[in-house]
Nanobody, 116 residues
């Protein structure tokens, strides 16, 4: 059974950085073609943040482009999100996601709060 566990969230001030990590268990990350990070801010819909393919090709939402970096660590079996130049509007619960046989698989999320 594939399981995703996010960590690394917390409280940051505007302009600071945080690094999120998503540990993948039950499957080797190399076998997953594409994984992604999403976020959900209070009162808003879930928003796609970034995607990383097996070859580490990354795509980003315009709102985070140039500030966030998504990477896969095959050795650690993790999907990471380096977040820089944080803004209050980055405040959200962050989730990693992988494709599953019955639909997307989600972790429990990690909260990021950015104060101004």
């Amino acid at each position: 059974q594939v399981r995703l566990v996010e960590s690394g969230g917390g409280l940051a001030q505007t302009g600071e950085s945080l690094r999120l990590s998503c540990v993948v268990s039950g499957i080797t990350i190399r076998s997953i073609a594409s994984m992604a990070w999403f976020r959900r801010a209070p009162g808003k819909e879930r928003e796609w943040v970034a995607t990383c393919t097996r070859s580490n090709t990354a795509t980003y939402a315009d709102s985070v482009k140039g500030r966030f970096t998504i990477t896969r660590d095959n050795g650690k079996n993790t999907l990471d999100l380096q977040m820089g130049s944080l803004k209050p509007e980055d405040t959200a619960m962050y989730y990693c996601s992988a494709p599953g046989d019955a639909g997307p698989i989600w972790g429990q999320g990690t909260q990021v709060t950015v104060s101004s």
